[in-house]
């Protein structure tokens, strides 16, 4: 499947995955980050407001 890509285009893909990577770690480090409970929990509630508002119209 790959070879049906143009030149290149792999490769920058994989550039772009370990910068994320990286970015990804140094906030890690950083401590800037949530748990997944917690992402979770406020979606959930997002989705709750969400729907309590579309229900009063």
């Known amino acids: ?9 792999q490769e920058d ?3 772009f995955l370990a ?3 990286r970015l990804g770690r140094e906030d890690i ?3 800037r980050m949530v748990s997944h ?3 979770v929990a ?3 509630a997002r989705r709750a407001a ?3 508002r ?3 119209r």
């Open 1 to 9: 499947m790959s070879q049906d890509l143009p030149q290149g285009t």
């Open 13 to 15: 893909y994989q550039a």
């Open 19 to 21: 910068e994320k990577v």
């Open 29 to 31: 480090a950083a401590g």
């Open 37 to 39: 409970e917690q992402v």
């Open 42 to 44: 406020e979606g959930e």
């Open 50 to 52: 969400l729907l309590k």
């Open 54 to 56: 579309l229900g009063k």
